[in-house]
């Protein structure tokens, strides 16, 4: 008998899907989207299920207004991977489905590969730039010199700072022209996938991991221990080689986006196959190509960041998550998924082995490797000629600093400097300075919405608050005295900057931050100039401090890490250490010796003892041993509630109830605790009160029953709808 009704996930924030008629001359498919009539509007849904019964009464149902999908978009294992993630997330399906799709297939596009309009000189935009154009028209010539090495697309443009009004006139004058480009779909040769450019030997340990992954059959989750420099990445290239012979894709996931472009390059200069990039920079035109690269083997690797985990592959073979301790692997708003823990899903899913790569794993993967739940893959050895680096703790206690700088580290960065190589400096603090005070009665500029102060921008000449965004043009009187004399405290990355001109004029300087490289293509041109030794002295936050390749950086330093080691955060230990070891990893990658210098004024603290002279390794062993007696993750599960909103009392008495709900369900018992509620460690954003729950169980599958059950309820306590909550499933960020 023909179904009758379709049920139908909605982008909407209700853990439930609506039933609708399903009209004779309409064929629906389970994973495909429809057209319904949703309140007075027109809604996008996914049909989940094809059913004959409603608890609804038929007259009571509306009828399907098109379909958009003949095909389901996504295959099997893929379509119940993201109902994994709904229910494991505790997230509504139909947000959760729509959270997996490229923004134009969301908006109602057909899934087919759409033409990229592109721009380029015309013969008569040539002889006008070689002629020149005038002084005033500065943006017109700013495109005809961006078109003149070949041609562009609309959205590169625009990210460029050029208007569509510049390129409407453009077009009027006969300089540009559009032009649409059809992406083209090639087959690639299953026989033929390597190129011939220069591979390098393996030694020893790369042999054993490589063997260990291809002998093994079926799904395999491999974590690769490889001190930074050990060649992971040619382990990775070697994986993929006999995947892509069999036919098969591979999925290769990066931290961020800056990532991206080196390892692009190195990927598609040794197969001759389609490589495409999934990450947010795309626009919606690119996310949809690359989207349906896979689906339709156009691709045969796929390489993004955290969303690319979700893209349909004809034919997956392998999945590679590299630096797989990072942070940014956690999506912190929306579905609040894990992408490292979801790819390892998804390669049971598929049957297929995956394989996480880090020189400072975290230790959820450690204890899993430890415990044999893993296998587990060493690299001890630095690939080539590349030798260990010399570490060393810089007490700064009673020396004057300059711009955060101490005199014994200038002394040896003018060193390095002089011997001709390049010099790194981390510090994690972007803008001028973190606060601006008035001299006179200590009076802080401090953001109005936000408990938080406004840190400095000197280049912009405004101040900003990184909570909220807000911003506002510097201020130059106190607003708590009237003075003048208003001061910059703290140090970052723009004042250093503009220290370090002044003290090594004859050397170059660049700064990588979230404010230099907001421009599209910033950054792999600044990496590039980097690579080229064009700039000396590199300035950097952790955008630095991952996974780039830097042959003539010789000497490292951190500049200011006292913060992490007193906070209040469990974690901050285990960051600290993975971060000392990344960046210490950017220095010596050849043939020259490199040098770490870290600057603190703690130099007796027992963690920079264990990271200076022993390994990561030996104090993950030992934070995992403390965490086992505390209780602490990996030990327990911990799921973070977050609730806001404008009255503080109610943001309060709303986590009272979800505290009262856990506390009386059937199953929480002594192995479980429930903290707080109390302020989050930023108490106010944006204008919001802030409070947070966090639940801690002995076991995930007590902690998912608990929540399943739970949930309905705690959607019908009385202030549910009077603020905004969230649940975040093993939060990696407590703040």
Request: with cysteine.
């Amino acid at each position: 008998m023909r179904p009758t009704i379709a049920r139908v996930a909605l982008p909407v924030p209700l853990d439930k899907q609506f039933d609708y008629l399903i009209p004779s001359h309409l064929f629906p498919v389970v994973g495909g989207r429809v057209a319904v009539p949703f309140g007075p509007k027109t809604q996008i849904g996914i049909v989940t299920a094809l059913v004959s019964e409603s608890d609804f009464p038929i007259e009571q149902l509306k009828p399907i207004k098109h379909l958009i999908d003949l095909q389901p978009l996504w295959s099997k294992s893929l379509y119940q991977l993201l109902h994994w993630c709904s229910q494991f997330y505790q997230y509504p399906l139909g947000d959760t489905l729509f959270n997996a799709l490229p923004s134009a297939l969301r908006k109602g596009k057909e899934a087919e590969f759409q033409s990229l309009v592109e721009i380029s000189l015309t013969p008569q935009g040539q002889d006008q730039l070689m002629a020149g154009v005038k002084k005033s028209a500065i943006k017109q010539a700013k495109a005809l010199n961006l078109l003149q090495s070949g041609p562009l697309s609309i959205h590169a443009l625009l990210d460029e700072e050029i208007s569509h009004a510049t390129i409407k006139a453009l077009e009027e004058k006969n300089w540009i022209e559009k032009r649409e480009k059809r992406p083209q779909i090639k087959a690639w040769s299953h026989q033929d996938v390597e190129t011939d450019q220069f591979k390098p030997k393996l030694n020893e340990e790369q042999a054993i991991a490589i063997a260990a992954v291809n002998n093994h059959d079926g799904f395999g989750c491999f974590l690769l221990e490889g001190v930074t420099g050990s060649g992971k990445t040619e382990v990775y290239l070697n994986l993929i080689k006999p995947v892509l012979e069999q036919g098969k894709q591979a999925l290769v996931l990066v931290p961020e986006i800056g990532l991206t472009p080196q390892t692009i390059s190195r990927f598609e200069k040794r197969f001759n196959v389609g490589v495409d990039v999934v990450h947010s920079g795309l626009n919606d035109t690119e996310r949809l190509n690359a989207w349906l690269s896979g689906r339709d083997k156009k691709a045969g690797i796929v390489i993004g960041t955290r969303s690319a985990l979700l893209t349909p592959f004809a034919n997956l073979g392998i999945i590679i998550v590299d630096e797989e301790h990072d942070s940014s692997y956690k999506q912190q708003d929306s579905l609040r998924y894990h992408a490292r823990d979801v790819a390892i899903m998804r390669a049971n899913k598929e049957g297929i082995p995956i394989v996480l790569g880090s020189a400072t794993p975290a230790l959820e993967t450690l204890h899993n490797a430890l415990n044999g739940k893993y296998h587990h893959l060493v690299l001890a050895k630095r690939a080539g000629s590349a030798v260990p680096t010399t570490n060393k703790v810089l007490d700064v206690k009673g020396l004057y600093l300059e711009s955060g700088l101490s005199a014994p580290l200038i002394a040896e960065m003018r060193r390095h400097l002089n011997a001709g190589n390049q010099v790194m400096l981390f510090l994690n603090r972007r803008g001028f300075s973190p606060a601006l005070m008035c001299h006179e009665c200590g009076w802080i500029a401090d953001c109005q919405r936000c408990d938080a102060y406004y840190t400095y921008h000197q280049n912009s000449r405004e101040i900003r608050c990184h909570h909220c965004g807000s911003q506002k043009p510097v201020i130059h009187q106190c607003q708590g005295c009237g003075s003048t004399q208003l001061v910059t405290v703290g140090v970052g990355t723009e004042q250093l900057e503009h220290q370090l001109e002044q003290l090594f004029p004859d050397f170059k300087t660049i700064r990588i931050d979230r404010d230099s490289t907001r421009r599209k293509g910033s950054l792999a041109e600044a990496l590039r100039a980097i690579r080229n030794n064009e700039y000396q002295i590199l300035i950097g936050t952790q955008m630095l401090a991952k996974g780039h390749h830097f042959p003539n950086v010789t000497l490292v330093s951190l500049l200011d890490i006292d913060g992490s080691l007193y906070s209040s955060d469990f974690r901050a230990s285990e960051r600290l250490a993975q971060l000392f070891i990344q960046v210490a990893g950017r220095a010596g990658r050849e043939s020259k010796p490199g040098e770490v210098i870290l600057q603190t004024h703690h130099p007796e603290h027992a963690l920079l003892h264990t990271l200076l002279n022993k390994s990561y390794h030996h104090f993950a062993v030992e934070a995992l041993k403390e965490r086992k007696i505390a209780a602490l993750p990996p030990f327990s599960f911990l799921t973070l509630f977050r609730a806001e909103g404008t009255q503080s009392p109610i943001v309060e008495d709303f986590l009272r109830q979800v505290r009262l709900t856990l506390e009386s369900h059937p199953l929480f018992d002594e192995h479980c605790m429930v903290l707080g509620p109390t302020p989050a460690p930023l108490a106010k954003r944006a204008g919001k009160s802030r409070w947070q729950l966090l639940l801690q169980t002995g076991m995930r599958s007590q902690m998912q029953k608990i929540l399943t059950s739970a949930k309905p309820a705690i959607q019908m306590l009385p202030n549910a709808k009077k603020v905004r909550w969230s649940i975040d499933i093993e939060p990696q960020d407590l703040s």
